[in-house]
Each structure stands twice: as C-alpha cells, then as structure tokens.
T-cell receptor, first 112, second 114 residues
C-alpha cells in the first residue's frame, strides 16, 4: 500500500506570494492533518480534515487555510507569504480520528 | 490545552548502552500519548502509543515506554541502542476529545556513538 505523498517536495517562493501544497493520504484514510515544523517553534498543528470537514484548527493566522476533497486528498494554502513561513510542512493521514497517523515526507517551503 | 516537555534536547550514548528519553506533559483533560521518530529528511514514524490499559507500552525497534499518570510522564526506553537509532525523537499528546490534533514536545536528538 502506498504511503502518504506530498507534492511538491521542495518549493521556493518570495514574500507576498501565495502557495498551495498537496497531500494524498493512504488509500482508505479519511482523516488528514497538517503540521508545520520549524527549528524555532518545533512541530505545530495546523488543522485536521475528516470527510471534507475541518475538525480542528491550530493557532495560526487566517493566511493559512486548507481543504479536503471527496477522494480525501487535501491541500493547504498560505497567502501573503512571510519569511517566517519557511518551514517543513508535514501531512499525516489516518483511517479516522483517534487512530494512528501516518506522516508523509513533507514539503520544504523556503520564503525569500 | 496540553503542553509537552522533553527534558533533554540531546542525548549522546554509546552503541549497545541503554537509553531513556524523558517526556513530561501537562493537560487539564485525559490524554493519549505517543512517541514518534524522525530520521533526516523524512517524515515522522510512530514508535508506540498509549491509549488505555497497561501502562507499559511496547513499540517497534525494541522501544518501550511507561505511562505514569501521577508524575504526568511518558519516558521512552531501549535496553540496547544501535547506530541506526540515531535520530530525532518526539513525544506527543492529544486530548481524548481532540481528534487527531497532536501537541508535540521540542524533540530529543539521540546520538549513538560507536
């Protein structure tokens, strides 16, 4: 069974631009969560989607948004990029909430 | 809300020696507890989890952890480490009603030396 895939793996943007990251969960998994990993703040929860509905949201500004499609694939969008948005963005999927999460390799975003 | 403290940012240890990585948490509600490992340039892999039942949890790669509710701790142990265990280890918690929202500790870098 294929694992969680994230595209692209690496991305370079400039301040003020917007970016969309994609996550394809493991087949049959309906929950997708997003995390931001930075050296300064560590791993922080962004949001969780289950069956196309946002279930939980972390403490991030409204520039960070996401969505989930009917095939459980998820995208997250960051608008008006800031230098501090440079991070590794990890996606995790699970069959349902309160179940083991499987993480993808991440998308490394660099904002110049 | 929950918080997690990993007491050691780095733990150097010689190969075949035992190791303990410490994790303490704070929460106003009951929690589930997890340990994840991250190898360089990779995502996170679940080592073990505590949901309920026996407080001693066994995971993959010979790791185990013990949930101590009175001390709000969930320390990770391995009796004999290998070079291949060199990685970053993260302790995480989620509230029992918080879905898949994990709160992570700052991580402990385990460095196994030959």
């Amino acid at each position: 069974k294929a694992g969680v895939t994230q595209t692209p793996r690496y991305l370079i943007k400039t301040r003020g631009q917007q970016v969309t990251l994609s996550c394809s969960p493991i087949s049959g998994h309906r929950s997708v969560s997003w995390y931001q990993q930075t050296p300064g703040q560590g791993l922080q929860f962004l949001f969780e989607y289950f069956s196309e509905t946002q279930r939980n949201k972390g403490n991030f500004p409204g520039r960070f948004s996401g969505r989930q499609f009917s095939n459980s694939r998820s995208e997250m969008n960051v608008s008006t990029l800031e230098l501090g948005d440079s991070a590794l963005y990890l996606c995790a999927s699970s069959i349902r909430s309160y179940n083991e999460q499987f993480f993808g390799p991440g998308t490394r975003l660099t904002v110049l | 809300a929950q918080s997690v403290t990993q007491l050691d940012s780095q733990v150097p240890v010689f190969e075949e020696a035992p190791v303990e990585l410490r994790c303490n948490y704070s929460s106003s509600v009951s929690v589930y507890l997890f340990w994840y490992v991250q190898y360089p340039n990779q995502g996170l892999q679940l080592l073990l989890k505590y949901l309920s039942g026996s407080t001693l949890v066994k995971g993959i790669n010979g790791f185990e952890a013990e949930f101590n509710k009175s001390q709000t701790s969930f320390h990770l142990r391995k009796p004999s480490v290998h070079i291949s265990d060199t990685a970053e280890y993260f302790c995480a918690v989620s509230g029992v009603n918080a879905g898949n929202m994990l709160t992570f500790g700052g991580g402990t870098r385990l460095m196994v030396k030959p």
